[in-house]
């Protein structure tokens, strides 16, 4: 089953002759870009959107990847941050980043003459609340991976068989993930989230969210590594507290992805 997936993967990436991938460098699209290179050689792009939003680590580990994979790689800067429909952070600010970064990398694909765009989007994102996607559909972007019925275990499974360092890295979804919504997104606030969520991976906490509502820093972790955390209580706090969060929390439901969504019924912007 898994192996028929693969091979109509393959077999869609044939069918598309030259594309240009969107990549982040986390588990999927760097799965799709490692196939995609082995299918297309050098008819493969990469192009990585940067912005306020993404941490210096991601891109790092993004360009390392890619040039192991020995495939053509753009780092691109994308301006999402520039713009009000963004920054006021209702639940369709992915919508508006979706578009304004694949219109980039659709005109970057027509100066380069590729046809295709494509994404990394799996079959597991239409379970949850991603308007990103409606934009990726109006654009016309392809989701090889969706299209093949991929889920993000499926993509962890065949990541591992073809030894991609990105099989077992957890998600991270952009910082601005992390700024409840209706309050607006700035620089200074997703600095001091990098940095908090720096700082706990470096005591050995991950998977790691630090929200930011309203100048609290609230920690997500695991709850196996709760009593790890209150040991180390006080320097959690100092170090926090110098970043420039009022107060620090732990959410005792532990660390899950989307729970930013889980606020979505009390948005009264929605």
């Known amino acids: 089953m898994l192996e028929d997936k693969y091979r109509k993967l393959e077999e869609l990436l044939?069918?598309?002759?030259?594309?240009?991938?969107?990549?982040?460098?986390?588990?999927?699209?760097?799965?799709?870009?490692?196939?995609?290179?082995?299918?297309?050689?050098?008819?493969?792009l990469a192009v990585t959107a940067v912005s306020a939003t993404s941490t210096a680590a991601e891109v790092r580990?993004?360009?390392?990847?890619?040039r192991q994979l020995g495939v053509r790689h753009l780092v691109v800067h994308s301006g999402e941050m520039q713009h009000r429909e963004?920054?006021?952070?209702?639940?369709?600010k992915c919508y508006?980043?979706?578009?304004?970064r694949f219109s980039h990398l659709q005109?970057?694909?027509?100066?380069?003459?590729i046809p295709w765009v494509l994404d990394g989007s799996n079959l597991d994102d239409l379970q949850d609340y991603r308007p990103g996607l409606q934009a990726v559909?109006?654009?016309?972007?392809?989701?090889?991976?969706?299209?093949?019925?991929?889920?993000?275990?499926?993509?962890?499974a065949l990541s591992r068989?073809?030894?991609?360092?990105?099989?077992?890295?957890?998600?991270?979804?952009?910082?601005?993930?992390?700024?409840?919504?209706?309050?607006?997104?700035?620089?200074?606030?997703?600095?001091?989230?990098?940095?908090?969520?720096?700082?706990?991976?470096?005591?050995?906490?991950?998977?790691?969210?630090?929200?930011?509502p309203r100048g609290e820093a609230r920690v997500e972790i695991a709850r196996e590594q709760?009593?790890?955390?209150?040991?180390?209580?006080?320097?959690?706090?100092?170090?926090?507290?110098?970043?420039?969060?009022?107060?620090?929390?732990?959410d005792l439901c532990g660390f899950r992805s989307g729970s930013l969504n889980e606020e979505l019924s009390n948005y009264k912007g929605s």
């Open 96 to 100: 508006y980043c979706k578009q304004l």
């Open 137 to 156: 559909k109006e654009l016309g972007v392809r989701s090889p991976l969706r299209e093949v019925g991929l889920t993000k275990a499926d993509i962890r």
């Open 61 to 66: 580990e993004a360009k390392e990847l890619a």
């Open 226 to 250: 709760f009593l790890q955390l209150t040991g180390l209580a006080e320097t959690v706090t100092r170090q926090l507290k110098e970043l420039g969060f009022a107060r620090i929390t732990l």
């Open 86 to 92: 963004f920054i006021e952070n209702s639940p369709l």
């Open 161 to 212: 068989q073809l030894e991609l360092p990105t099989w077992n890295k957890p998600s991270a979804p952009c910082l601005a993930s992390r700024i409840p919504y209706g309050e607006e997104i700035t620089e200074e606030k997703l600095r001091r989230v990098e940095e908090a969520e720096q700082f706990l991976k470096s005591l050995g906490f991950s998977p790691v969210r630090v929200r930011h």
């Open 14 to 44: 044939k069918e598309c002759g030259r594309v240009l991938v969107a990549y982040s460098g986390g588990t999927d699209s760097a799965f799709l870009l490692a196939v995609a290179a082995r299918v297309l050689a050098d008819r493969v």
């Open 107 to 113: 005109e970057i694909a027509r100066q380069n003459k």
